[in-house]
């Protein structure tokens, strides 16, 4: 099963698992331009060798980058040594999908410790495993095995998409995904299979990941999170994809957030409908209308005041608010359209309020204007 992404959103940007993978990207790139003398020489100075680690030999001293005493440091430069395009491309890959989440799981610096504690965990495996090895160790592997287990602790339940014998496409369970490759592991590693992997760094480097995660994550991060239960297992689906809701505002969540970013996500809902005219009240969003109103109708209130009512209005107007007892309002700002004749001229039909309202229009293109009227001679 080859990883593709999944549908466990972040609440930190990953600057960490994006570093990694730049660097090793660019170690790899630069072993590659010495040519293939000098990319064999790299792995044997940089690279971890089991004999050498175990004081069983020594390396010519035109090899030996570090000083006497200081053969663990190439534990180290080994995890960002790789030895083809495939190798870091399937490693990188599973850091690009798992690993954003582990470092949103326990921060930055935490995060940065975790990969480097479960890379000398998985180094010093395989040299357990045979101290008197003499092929160099090479390759983000064993880091990488400790960033899966611990997100299989953390995200079981989290949906997966993968590319299954090169043929489906699909989405499992992050459990399933996961215990597939470490089972495999397993079986390479006790049928002894001999194909140049270090089997026993990828089971060492998981079982890291396993022992260390309850100590390195957030303290109000749980273990074995999922979605609810009754989403499928098994499903080919696109979370994360916005499904509108019936009155055409997005809901909270698109696909199945852990509860601790449940707040981020509400977030970024709220923030996507105000862009859109929608507002979220406690039982349902609802649709707003943000844009200014061109279209007056008596009665209408424009910058908190009704311009319908003359200046010299009083409470005797029938359409006035003293049916709730309110003071009368207040002398309405000037407007910034200018003021129509038929609100201000002394003696107009505009002073009787009842008539005004019956025969005053809305104007075209400016809220709160009067346009003529020629069919009656009124304004």
């Excluded at 957030?218 to 979605?227: A, D, E, I, T």
């Excluded at 499928?232 to 499904?243: A, E, K, L, N, T």
């Excluded at 407007?335 to 003696?347: D, I, K």
Aim: proline share 9%; net charge positive.
């Amino acid at each position: 099963m080859l990883p593709i992404k999944d549908n466990n959103p972040t609440t930190l940007t990953p600057w960490v698992t994006w570093g990694l993978i730049a660097v090793n990207i660019v170690v790899f790139v630069v072993t590659l331009s010495l040519g293939h003398r000098g990319f064999i020489r790299a792995n044997i100075e940089f690279g971890a060798i089991p004999a050498v680690l175990f004081g069983n030999v020594q390396l010519p001293p035109e090899l030996s980058v570090f000083p006497p005493g200081y053969e663990f440091l190439t534990i180290f430069s080994a995890m960002f040594m790789h030895g083809s395009w495939m190798h870091i491309a399937g490693n990188m890959l599973y850091l690009w999908v798992f690993g954003n989440n582990v470092e949103d799981a326990m921060g930055h610096w935490r995060f940065l410790a975790f990969y480097l504690l479960c890379g000398v965990a998985a180094a010093l495996g395989h040299a357990v495993a045979d101290t008197t090895s003499q092929i160099p160790m090479i390759g983000a592997s064993g880091a990488l095995a400790g960033v899966l287990g611990a997100y299989f602790l953390l995200y079981p339940k989290a949906r997966v998409l993968v590319w299954f014998f090169w043929v489906l496409i699909f989405y499992v369970p992050a459990v399933v995904v996961l215990g597939f490759w470490i089972g495999m592991q397993v079986v390479n590693l006790t049928t002894g299979v001999n194909d140049g992997v270090a089997w026993a760094a990828h089971v060492a480097g998981f079982a890291a990941g396993l022992v260390l995660i309850p100590f390195f994550k957030y303290r109000h991060v749980p273990l074995w999170q999922g979605g609810p239960k009754q989403q499928p297992v098994f499903g080919v689906y696109r979370p994360g994809r916005p499904r509108r809701n019936a009155d055409g505002s997005t809901p909270e969540f698109s696909f199945n957030a852990p509860p601790w970013a449940a707040a981020y996500e509400r977030e970024k809902a709220a923030k996507r409908n105000a862009r859109r005219g929608f507002t979220s009240n406690a039982s349902q969003n609802t649709q707003t209308d943000q844009t200014e109103t061109w279209t007056w109708q008596p009665g209408s209130t424009i910058y908190g005041q009704d311009y319908s009512q003359p200046d010299n209005a009083t409470n005797n107007d029938p359409r006035s608010d003293d049916r709730h007892d309110d003071p009368p309002s207040p002398r309405r700002p000037a407007q910034p359209w200018g003021v129509p004749p038929s609100q201000n001229t002394p003696g107009s039909k505009g002073d009787t309020p009842a008539h005004d309202a019956k025969t005053r229009r809305p104007g075209i293109g400016v809220p709160g204007v009067a346009r003529d009227h020629p069919k009656d001679g009124t304004r």
